[in-house]
């Protein structure tokens, strides 16, 4: 539905925009200051809508244009001031990031690099590696929309790059939040100009993947959901299905990631046909993280002492994310390059790094991951899950 505020703040946004191009300066002011006064009123209304990151973004630009022209009625400015917002809703053109295969911008990872999610790796390779490597193996069609979602932390966003490296794919990634900040208004076209971007890449026979992060930011179910939203929604919907037809070869896959699945539209859900829990690093993964990161350190001129029991920090580090070890390692190593610089001046080597040293660093750095969290995604998993 159209909400009548939005609408007005628009309105106004849009006169003062058009009244700045064209050089009238007073009447640019008169309006800016009431969409300025209409968003204020939206953000305070709506605090939870996808679009208030948008509007605290279009206060801060319309607010800093108010003071130049300001300055110009006061006569502090000499000349036509400097071109004003140029960015009114629909008026940009679309922005996502797009990255070749052999983009210098992506991370060269692959599946070697993930340490664990064993379950996770196979399920992506069933859904994506294997059609494109095969597509005629697949005469019923396969997968278009996979949902990963778990913990933060635990190697979502990490084992799409691994997964796009794998299939050489061209990896479109859009983030929720910069979907509705950037596109209101039009927000519904600019969702058919990234699917058909997408598809006139996969058209020559590349695969391509649509990675949308925190994707419950765009699909969620909203208390009160104002007509952007359910334009772009409805908009996603239409493309998602149409990814699904039988007929349809084109190597297009949508990936969505998200911390909560449980706010998701159910509608949106069912669209996902993979919904695959990526969790916490059990016991063993724990002890090849480590490994994993230690080795990573050892290549740099600090050593790793004798005492150093891995296992037992595997087992100090129940309910850690994948990142939280991470940083773990990293933290203890910059605690001895720390006491190093403090006690030489830098001067030497640094000595090496022991078992009470990690020890330390867990004591301090606690868990990312709220453990109550953990049944509320097993309880999803069990309800959702499709692997």
Known sequence: MHDPLEERARYYARKAVLADKNGRYDEALKNYRKAIELFRHLVKLRPDSAFTSFYVELLKKYNDRVKVLEKLAQGEIIGPPRRGPSGEQGSEEIEFEIYPPDSPGRPKITFNDVVGLYEVK?????????????????????PRGILLFGPPGCGKTYIVAALANEVNAYL???????????????????????????????????????????????????????????????????????????????????????????????????????RIYVPPPDLETRRELFKYYINKAMKGPIKIG?????????????????HDIENIVMETLLEVVDEHFESTGGKGEPREIRMEDFV????????????????????????????
């Not at 925190?214 to 990814?243: C, H, P, S, T």
């Not at 150093?308 to 994948?322: F, K, M, N, W």
């Open 122 to 142: 196979k399920a992506l390779k069933r859904s994506v590696v294997y059609p494109v490597r095969r597509p005629e193996l697949f005469p019923l069609g396969w």
């Open 306 to 322: 004798s005492d150093v029991d891995i296992d037992r920090l595997a087992r100090l580090t129940e309910g850690y994310s994948s």
């Open 172 to 274: 479109f990634k859009v983030s929720a939040a910069n979907i509705m900040s950037k596109w209101l208004g039009e927000a519904e076209k600019n969702v058919a100009k990234l699917f058909k971007k997408a598809r006139e890449i996969a058209s020559g026979g590349e695969p391509v993947i649509i990675f949308i992060d925190e994707v419950d930011g765009l699909l969620r179910v909203y208390n009160e959901e104002i007509g952007g939203e359910a334009r772009v929604k409805n908009q996603f919907l239409m493309e998602m299905d149409g990814l699904q037809d039988k007929d349809n070869k084109l190597l297009l896959f949508v990936i969505g990631t998200t911390n909560k699945p449980w706010l998701l539209d159910l509608g949106f859900v069912r669209r996902f046909q993979k």
């Open 360 to 387: 330390r660093t867990i004591k301090r750095v606690r868990p990312s991951i709220n453990p109550k969290h953990i049944s509320t995604y097993m309880e999803w998993s069990e309800r959702y899950a499709s692997i």
